[in-house]
């Protein structure tokens, strides 16, 4: 399989190549030059493990890794599950949920961040220089990206997050880790600053080529890969409908892209339940054909608060298909002017997409009526799918929610809206009274490259 950009101006990629290059450097993003078809095979899988299912779904993806070392990197991601179906299938009323928060941060970027975390050792196995990532975040991509690339050799992980500004989990989450090759760097400033500070160095071309400077954020195609898998386990978790449908809790696009690709591969998935908190852009466009920015809202499911889909161009890139110009239209008008537009009659997406979005309150009264009705707990974000889910899905077939975060990452939200519940989770409770290490700089840019420069150089 080669790898090409959304925009053309980068072809003929192999996958390591395309893992490493993260943002396409024309500024889009990398695609796969076909999405291939898995057909009869399917059958052939239902009774596989889910690492030996994710060695059947990435080979076709995969060329310039052998056989073994493509499944003892898969062994070695998944083994950090407590579970050992990793994404086990649980039915909860007349719909299932899909719990993905079973690895070491409890959220389903463990998912594509233990399996990213051993690519990059792999790719990196052989090189003079190491690789120095450089991410931000503002709380759950962080602990995921740390638990995942801690302890890999010839590889540096530089993480940024706004001091005082995550939650008290999150932040013990990162700055607990003990490994020498992990550097939490607390910025003073916000989680937009974070971010600007990471764009300025990133567009430092010779600062990035001098230290070899690598990305983990959600455009990287092996993480989009690796989450492919999981909707084949739900299928066969069913007993193999003839169809079933998905909800997914969406922020970046990047969950449901993976669901959109396993529905290409032939996977029987009717219709992808596509849910949005209050920051509903794609909701909107779906409903109305126009995608268009507008600010962010701070709301109960943190994690989906977001302004831009960054993974959502990708998408576009099979929809409009052959028709360029009018991909190259569209986003071109998006990056230039905040908004873009299709035409509805000429386009039907709800073939592929039923979406809606749900607000604080009706997160909340969600995870009340779930919990009330079966005794599960509902992290709000596994809330917003559900109830979206449960609004628009078709009777007529299993419906699969996907829970992305174990609710015990949110304790002050949940015993307030279940007061008599009791969500600990060892892994959070073992955090308590550990020593912490982050290094605090402050918003300037000067200051976080010589921290990184001298860290490299000891
Ligand atoms: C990142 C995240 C999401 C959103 O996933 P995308 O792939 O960005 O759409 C949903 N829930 C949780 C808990 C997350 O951490």
């Not at 396993?262 to 949005?276: D, F, N, S, V, Y």
């Not at 009526?369 to 889910?389: C, K, L, M, Q, R």
């Amino acid at each position: 399989m080669k790898y090409l950009s959304t925009r053309g101006g980068v072809t003929d990629l192999s996958f390591c190549q395309a893992v490493s290059m993260g943002l396409s450097s024309d500024g889009g993003l990398i695609v796969p030059e076909y999405i291939p078809h898995i057909g009869v095979k399917l059958k052939d899988f239902s009774k596989l493990s889910y690492p030996a299912l994710a060695f059947e779904i990435m080979t076709p993806f995969v060329d310039d890794i052998s056989s073994g070392d493509l499944r003892s990197i898969i062994n070695k991601s998944y083994s950090s599950f407590s579970e050992k179906q990793v994404a086990p299938l649980v039915q909860v009323a007349d719909y299932y949920v899909m719990e993905l928060f079973h690895g070491p941060t409890l959220a389903f970027k463990d998912v594509a961040l233990q399996f990213l975390g051993n690519i990059f050792e792999y790719i990196n196995r052989d090189k003079d220089q190491a690789l120095n990532v450089l991410g931000a975040t503002s709380g759950d991509t962080g602990s995921a990206a740390i638990a995942g690339l801690k302890g890999k050799k010839n590889i540096n992980l530089f993480i940024m997050f706004p001091e005082g500004r995550t939650s008290s989990i999150q932040e013990r989450q990162m700055t607990t880790v003990t490994e020498s090759n992990v550097q939490n760097i607390a910025i003073e400033g916000t989680f937009d600053d974070c971010q600007a500070l990471l764009k300025t160095v990133f567009r430092d071309l010779a600062f990035k080529s001098e230290l070899n400077l690598g990305a983990v954020n959600s455009v990287n195609w092996a993480r989009v890969l690796a989450q492919t898998v999981y909707y084949f386990s739900a299928y066969f978790q069913l007993g193999m409908p003839s169809y079933f449908q998905v909800s997914v809790p969406t922020g970046n696009f990047g969950n449901i892209f993976a669901a959109f690709v396993a529905r290409q591969m032939g996977l029987p998935i009717e219709r992808l339940i596509l849910a949005t908190n209050q920051n509903d852009i794609l909701h909107r466009f779906f409903e109305t054909g126009l995608y268009k920015k507008t600010g962010v809202r701070s709301t109960n499911s943190p994690a989906m608060d977001i302004q831009v889909a960054s993974n959502f161009e990708r998408y576009l890139y099979y929809f409009f298909g052959q028709e360029r110009e009018k991909f190259e239209k569209f986003v071109e008008s998006f990056e230039t002017t905040g908004s873009a537009e299709i035409n509805l009659d000429t386009y039907n997406f709800h073939e592929v997409f039923s979406t809606g979005s749900a607000s604080d309150a009706q997160i909340s009264d969600r995870i009340r009526s779930i919990y009330n009705a079966t005794g599960y707990i509902a992290d709000p974000h596994t809330a917003v799918g559900i109830e979206v889910g449960i609004k628009k899905m078709n009777t007529e077939i299993p419906l699969v929610c996907l829970a992305t975060a174990h609710p015990a990452k949110f304790p002050s939200l949940i015993s307030e809206i279940l007061p008599n519940s009791s969500i600990e989770h060892p892994t959070i409770e073992a955090l308590k009274g550990l020593p912490t290490r982050k290094k605090k700089i402050g918003n300037n840019v000067d200051e976080l490259k010589d921290f990184i420069r001298s860290f490299v150089a000891d």
